[in-house]
């Protein structure tokens, strides 16, 4: 354990990748003390002890480290936080400097408990949270209790609660003081694209009808689904591309059905999952959904969409997790004695990632070398090919490990489940949840390039223009022939 005692103006900073226990002696107001709280690129802390800093806590964002506090009190003044897990940590906020409280993950609360208490004036408010998710539902606490110090002042504490995603979808927050919080829904970034449909439009009319017609033109071209397919689709057509048996894309609010974008099979929703999470594709709308519990996951029976028999396979999902402990299934077909493939992260190796086959009747894993929970969205991909270089595991489009293996995969009768073992074992927990989308399977061996390819699509294939953009070349000959016959 690392033991801290100071006096109120130190500054501590917690850097490298091993996990660390720490304990403040006697934390409080005459106590241990310190300045500000800093994550630098700490993979996770575990807090023996309450915490109190009189400045901000902060964490850059290179890394988004998890603090472990079993109930315990994280007590500062102010926050600068770009990339955080918060796991079972009662976490207080009293008037200091709040410079940004973005891309936080809360999890693993008792039902009863206030997550996140903030007290401020409200003096250089309102302030904006990006991204804060919250994956355990309160049921007699809150998400956020908020109270605005002083309310006599003239100020009123606002906080705006952008893509916020608490998890059961409500605003759960006790205000005081007069304090105001808002919730809004993540920006659709294709809404940008309607005016470039009303200039186009407004170019091609001539006078003042110009503007009656454009004006009629928007509820026309309201559909702007033109922009949506483009962005959106620029993903899925890559992966489509590469001929899946399968791609679950898991963008559905609600319901019973995954619908499989390859068209072979759909897939079963089970249990209370979290929908509409924000999805792992940038600048794609498409959601992704949330596991945290026993009997949550998606399941399909037995089908040729999901096993071939034969020596080659590929699958693989994105997915985001703050796991602290245990181990779950994000795809495969495992369990009951019933075997064909599986990811998920490792049990024993928490955060790592682990790929079995079963091949030539012989179980076969490979497990990455390096802990992927960091709250961040990577690029999971498991490859068998039983006459090449046997099984690998991906992540981020880079091969991270490698066995040597042969033999086909057997055509068991087993169920295909995302977030949990075929069997029903392995399921998410408290302790081991996960962020889950674009599930996909093939029944080939893809390439690295193609495997890369995928991973770079999903950076930037729907932040790109629309594929084709071939209007360049179309405006061209119109032009030329167009001042020809108007100036004659």
Known sequence: WTVFAASGTQRV????????????CLPGSSNSRFQDVEFANAAGVSLASNVVANGQLRSPGSVAPVIMGSGRSLSVSGVDVDGLVLDNVSFTSNGGTMTRFDNVTLQNYATGATQMTISHSGSGSPFTFNNVSFLTTPTSGWYMSVTDSAPADGSVLTIDMVCAQPADGSARTATSGGAVVTWASCATPTM??????ASTATATSTSTATATAAETAMPTASPTPTPTPSPCAAYAALV????????????EPGGATAVDAAGCQNGTYEGSLFFGQPGAIAGD?????AVADDGQRVSAIQS??????????????????????GSHVLVGKWG???????????????????????????????????SWNDGNWHDFICRYDGSGDGLSIFVDGLSRGQIEAGGNLPGAANTLA????SDGTRCASATASSTIDEVRIFDSALSDAQIYAEYQAGLTACLAPSPTPSPS???????LDSPTATPS
């Open 13 to 24: 900073v917690f850097a490298g990748t091993a996990a660390q226990t720490v304990w403040f």
């Open 192 to 197: 940008t694209s309607t005016p470039t449909l």
């Open 240 to 251: 489509a591309s590469h001929a899946p048996l399968l791609h679950w894309r898991l963008g």
């Open 285 to 289: 709308s498409d959601a992704a959904i």
């Open 304 to 325: 040729t969409c999901h096993t071939s028999g034969d020596d080659t396979v590929t699958f693989g999902a994105w997915a985001k997790s703050g796991l602290v402990s």
């Open 336 to 370: 009951s004695g019933a075997y064909n493939y599986f990811m998920g992260w490792a049990s024993g190796d928490a955060g790592k990632i682990e790929c079995c086959v079963q091949a030539g009747g012989v179980n076969i894993c490979v497990t990455s070398a390096q």
């Open 418 to 421: 995302v977030g949990c073992q």
């Open 473 to 479: 070349p179309t405006p061209t000959p119109v032009l």
